[in-house]
Nanobody, 124 residues
Framework: QVQLVESGGGLVQAGGSLRLSCAAS????????MGWFRQAPGKEREFVAA????????YYADSVKGRSTISRDNAKNTVYLQMNSLKAEDTAVYYC?????????????????WGQGTQVTVSS
């Protein structure tokens, strides 16, 4: 089992950048595929990015591809989401998620473990 805590959200102007972090507890973090999702008010939770357990494979939603980078540091039990050129439509609560074998799945239901989320607000 793994527990996840996100941080790094905040208020940023359009065009700015943020780096979200997700710290995981447990000694088996390196065996989990990780994902980032977001949920805006009144909308369903949607996939943002995912990374395989070793970091060798990454996956992105079309809406963030080219503007965002997912990475992980297994020695620090942490996964990151660097977001650049932020837009107002990126405003949402961002969640990290973990699953032993998600294979980069874009479905929230494919992940068993979730953090509490961190708010990202982009002002236009």
């Amino acid at each position: 089992q793994v527990q996840l805590v996100e941080s790094g959200g905040g208020l940023v102007q359009a065009g700015g950048s943020l780096r979200l972090s997700c710290a995981a507890s447990g000694r088996t973090f390196s065996s989990y595929d990780m994902g980032w999702f977001r949920q805006a008010p009144g909308k369903e939770r949607e996939f943002v990015a995912a990374i395989s357990w070793g970091g060798g494979r990454t996956y992105y939603a079309d809406s963030v591809k080219g503007r965002s980078t997912i990475s992980r540091d297994n020695a620090k039990n942490t996964v990151y989401l660097q977001m650049n050129s932020l837009k107002a439509e990126d405003t949402a609560v961002y969640y990290c998620a973990a699953e032993p074998t998600s294979y980069g799945s874009r479905r929230p239901g494919a992940y068993d473990y979730w953090g509490q989320g961190t708010q990202v607000t982009v002002s236009s």
